[in-house]
């Protein structure tokens, strides 16, 4: 499904950030920590004092130029396929959180590596995920060794999705452990390489400063030619400037110097321009992922990604809410819709509460809901002669109905939206059925699912090189 029919930037404005993000990266320039990076850097140009690093615009649109405007990623079923760019839109639904709403009690609890099984599972067996957040991001899993957490959340979440599953770039051997992982997954290193099955999210650290860690992580998948997410998380007001185009500039600018960076490491690597933009609620310094700035960013971005004709990735289906109430919904909703109708190529956060500190399953398959209303909506207005039923209006005249019509039924599943778990029944029979809230028939359909759905297996052999790996890592880590 296709976006780009939002915009808030006009061209001129686009072209005032492009050339502020340059200024910035000429004159004030950005903290290169990781060594490497910084002499690759230095032997292409830029001009470093100490770790500051200045690019001049002549670098950044060779670097721009290289980067390929389209991409395809694939996964362990190869059929499953998402072409990032030309305003292609697709849903990146969250799974490993440190925080999960049980299914069982509703209480908030650290999330186990079963939890990050189920809701891999969950999110294959939904229709409008395709591209999966995996446990292999997860930091910290409860009951997991910190040093295996990337290994076993990348095994739970690949075992039960054959859709496409992210990797974590958090230094050198984290990075090389998943794309060691994915290898197996292809059936080789080249495989992988040519229908890419992993790509991992590189976070700049706002203001203008790149860490060691996701440096290192950014320059392993480059070299293995291998999709990568540079994202900008500032957080508008505090490590941005509080108007929206000083925050836009800055963003602009922090990505693009990730982009340079790939591109010298690797010509031609996979990049999106990713925003995790969003204003500082400043009465209590907790970041409004689920604030209107944020659908505003995520549309202006989406922009400025097109003009440089990089595919794009943002946020949406935020809330800052701590239940699945009105407010959720409204949050959600409004984040979702707003970067998906500007055409941003992967909306990162589906399934997450709490200023996407918490994730639930329940939140997963409602967002999945709204995720079906927001593509629907990108449909438009398919105006054929078979769709305009001038002869059908004729014939049905005054006074008259549809309902028995033969193009009612052959265009009623395209053409309206059937939700699967929202209400839309009387009074009488909601009450009839229970009066449940929509939590809770999400719960029940989430139960369901769990039950009966099954992904695609692993080969035995597959799952057997990655049961020897996982040891190799846990003998390394642990000895």
């Known amino acids: 499904m296709k976006g780009g029919q939002l915009k808030i930037l006009n061209e001129d404005q686009i072209h005032q950030i492009h050339q502020q993000a340059l200024k910035i990266l000429a004159e004030i320039g950005m903290r290169v920590r990781e060594p490497q990076a910084l002499e690759i850097l230095k032997k292409a140009g830029a001009r470093a004092d100490g770790n500051i690093v200045k690019l001049p615009a002549k670098l950044v649109k060779e670097a721009v130029d290289q980067a390929p405007a389209k991409f395809t990623l694939y996964g362990r079923d190869t059929d499953v396929q998402a072409v990032m760019g030309e305003l292609n839109v697709y849903y990146e639904p969250m799974i490993g959180r440190l925080n999960i709403l049980d299914l069982q009690t509703g209480q908030r609890r650290r999330t186990s590596?079963?939890?990050?099984?189920?809701l891999v599972k969950l999110a294959d067996a939904l229709?409008?995920?395709?591209?999966?957040?995996s446990g292999a991001i997860m930091p910290r899993i409860e009951g997991v060794p910190d040093g295996l957490a990337h290994i076993r959340g990348y095994i739970a979440s690949v075992k039960n999705s054959s859709k496409i599953i992210k990797g974590s770039c958090r230094g050198k051997k984290v990075a090389r452990d998943c794309l060691r992982m994915a290898s197996i997954v292809a059936g080789g290193e080249e495989k992988a390489s040519q229908k890419p099955n992993l790509f991992t999210s590189v976070n700049v650290i706002s203001p203008l400063e790149f860490s060691v860690e996701q440096t290192e992580g950014l320059i392993e998948y480059a070299k293995r030619g291998m999709p990568v997410d540079i994202a900008s998380e500032p957080q508008v007001g505090a490590t941005s400037p509080v108007t929206f185009a000083g925050?836009?500039?800055?963003?602009?600018?922090?990505?693009?110097?990730?982009?340079?960076?790939?591109?010298?490491?690797n010509p031609g690597?996979?990049?999106?321009?990713?925003?995790?933009?969003?204003?500082m609620d400043m009465r209590n310094g907790m970041i409004a992922l689920g604030g209107v700035e944020a659908a505003i960013l995520n549309v202006a971005h989406a922009q400025m990604a097109q003009f440089y004709d990089i595919p794009s990735r943002g946020t949406g289906c935020n809330t800052e809410s701590k239940c699945l109430d009105i407010q959720a919904g409204f949050e959600k909703a409004i984040t979702l819709l707003a970067p998906a109708l500007a055409g941003a190529n992967m909306i990162f956060y589906p399934g997450t509460m709490e200023h996407a500190l918490t994730i639930s399953l329940e939140s997963l398959?409602?967002?999945?809901?709204?995720?079906?209303?927001?593509?629907?909506?990108?449909?438009?207005?398919?105006?054929?002669?078979t769709h305009m039923a001038y002869d059908l209006i004729a014939e049905v005249g005054q006074g008259n109905h549809y309902l028995n019509k033969k193009h009612t039924m052959e265009n009623l599943t395209t053409e309206h939206y059937i939700p699967k778990i929202a209400d839309r029944q009387s009074w009488d029979v909601w009450v009839e059925q229970g009066e449940k809230q929509l939590w809770e028939v999400a719960r029940d359909e989430v139960e369901k699912i769990l039950d009966r759905h099954q992904p695609l297996?692993?080969?035995?052999?597959?799952?057997?090189?990655?049961?020897?790996?996982?040891?190799y890592v846990e003998k390394r880590e642990l000895g």
Do not use: W
Request: glycine share 6%; charged share 20%; aromatic share 4%.
């Open 127 to 133: 229709d409008n995920y395709l591209v999966l957040h």
């Open 457 to 471: 297996p692993l080969s035995p052999e597959c799952e057997k090189e990655l049961a020897e790996y996982e040891k």
């Open 269 to 279: 690597t996979p990049v999106l321009m990713g925003t995790v933009g969003a204003a």
């Open 113 to 118: 590596i079963d939890d990050v099984a189920n």
């Open 247 to 265: 925050t836009l500039a800055q963003q602009t600018a922090e990505i693009l110097c990730g982009i340079v960076i790939s591109q010298l490491v």
């Open 365 to 385: 398959l409602i967002d999945n809901e709204i995720c079906g209303m927001a593509y629907h909506m990108l449909r438009g207005v398919d105006t054929s002669e």
